[in-house]
């Protein structure tokens, strides 16, 4: 079993800033990467971004240039780092494992809302 506990979130003016942690826990030592989806209201889970234990990253086409994946694996950590924030990323941010015995995990969320 894997934990993951998101943590962030929350209420930000558009052009603002906030930055998203997830922690693991548990059996971890199968995970070999780690991501952050999004699902905003009336719309399907989009991936944002993937970060692998050697520290290569991947983003949605759409958001790269805003926000920036990275780890700390003595934490066993993973962060989003959004910036110049738009109304349309407001959404529950997920944080995902990706493990090699197949078995993947999601965090509970963490609501981002955009607004003035």
């Known amino acids: 079993q894997v934990q993951l506990v998101e943590s962030g979130g929350g209420l930000v003016q558009p052009g603002g800033s906030l930055r998203l942690s997830c922690a693991a826990s548990g059996s971890i030592s199968s995970i070999y990467a780690m991501g952050w989806y999004r699902q905003a209201p009336g719309k399907e889970r989009e991936l944002v971004a993937t970060i692998t234990n050697r520290g290569l990253t991947n983003y949605a086409d759409s958001l790269k240039g805003r926000f920036t994946i990275s780890r700390d694996n003595a934490k066993n950590t993973v962060y989003l780092q959004m910036n110049s924030l738009k109304p349309e990323d407001t959404a529950v941010y997920y944080c995902?494992?990706?493990?090699?015995?197949?078995?993947?995990?999601w965090g509970k969320g963490a609501l981002v809302t955009v607004s003035s």
């Open positions: 995902r494992t990706y493990s090699y015995s197949g078995m993947n995990y």
